[in-house]
């Protein structure tokens, strides 16, 4: 029997959230054990390089630590999310390290006229100097999230008592500004290190990382090799990070974003939050 009364809509697929490798460390260790042995063995079969193997095992040691800092996709230390497989036509559009008192309001515009929703994770102390740019971003439903009290480079060597304080204290900040305790968290530069991890759960934040970004992070990022990284990126579940907080008069984000706006118009994407991208999908 055909016809409409044959015709069952099964429900969509719920969205699924995908986190960094759960592989990394235990290859990265893997491989820190077979250089020590291997360096050990060098050092057994001559008294004249004996001293270099502890020294090639802790230079071992010193890269396996470093990867797993700077790469948080490989999930060595924690297991930041990356992107959300199953949502087609939405990605999540995220701003670091705002608010800017005049990019940010530029960026919010220019949304506005697209009719796109955006996650910005903003400094505490610069969410403090700007609270009205931080109220504006949740009165147009965009959420805010976490990204550190002071946006330290060397966060990864911090220790977690410090930096869960510091995190503490950006969340009451957000929450009296938006109504809104965040849940989301990215670390300072995307660096994840023990205490990193170990603070942010004792904040009951999710750490988030991502998967375009454009490197636009800096005062002189250039506009056209930072549209290039970015574009490949631009796809269904990407979390993409641009940076509205960069100083200066320019800022590399506000000149990409009706570029990124309007490749997304031409791929049929929309941007939503982090927590909309992970919810159920809307009905068209
Ligand atoms: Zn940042």
């Known amino acids: ?3 409409p009364a044959a015709v069952r809509r099964l429900p969509p697929a ?3 959230p995908v986190y960094a490798s759960s592989w990394g460390r235990p290859v990265l260790a893997g491989l820190w054990l077979a250089t020590v042995l291997v360096a050990a063995g060098f050092g057994l079969s001559g008294a004249s390089i004996s001293v270099l193997w502890p ?3 802790l ?7 470093g990867a797993g800092v700077r790469f948080a996709e490989i999930g060595v230390f924690a297991r930041p999310l990356l992107c959300v497989a199953g949502t087609p036509g939405r990605l999540a559009l995220t701003f670091d390290d705002g608010p800017h008192p005049v990019h940010t309001p530029r960026i919010l515009e220019l949304l506005a006229d697209a009719g796109h929703q955006a996650t910005f994770f903003v400094i505490g102390e610069r969410a403090a100097r700007y609270p009205e740019l931080v109220r504006d971003m949740a009165r147009r439903g965009h959420l805010v999230a976490n ?3 002071r946006h330290q480079p060397w966060t990864p060597a911090l220790p977690a008592a410090m930096l869960a304080r510091e995190w503490a204290a950006a969340n009451r900040q957000i929450a009296e500004l938006t109504g809104r305790f965040p849940r989301w968290m990215r670390a300072p530069v995307g660096l994840v290190s023990p205490p990193v991890a ?3 759960q004792r904040c009951g934040l999710q750490l988030v990382h991502w998967s375009a970004t454009a490197r636009d992070g800096v005062a002189w990022a250039d506009r056209e090799r930072c549209w290039q990284r970015l574009r490949p990126g ?9 940076h509205d907080g960069v100083g200066g008069e320019t800022c590399a984000a506000v000149d990409l974003l009706p ?3 309007g490749e997304l118009k031409a791929r049929g994407l929309h941007s939503v939050t982090l927590d909309a991208l992970l919810g159920p999908p809307v009905p068209q």
């Not at 230079?59 to 630590?65: D, R």
């Not at 631009?234 to 641009?242: E, F, N, P």
């Open 14 to 16: 719920p969205p699924v």
């Open 198 to 200: 170990v603070a942010a």
């Open 234 to 242: 631009l796809s269904a579940g990407a979390i993409v990070v641009l």
């Open 147 to 149: 990204h550190s009290l």
């Open 1 to 3: 029997m055909t016809g």
């Open 55 to 57: 020294l090639g095992a």
């Open 259 to 261: 570029a990124v706006l």
């Open 59 to 65: 230079g071992a040691l010193l890269a396996w630590v």
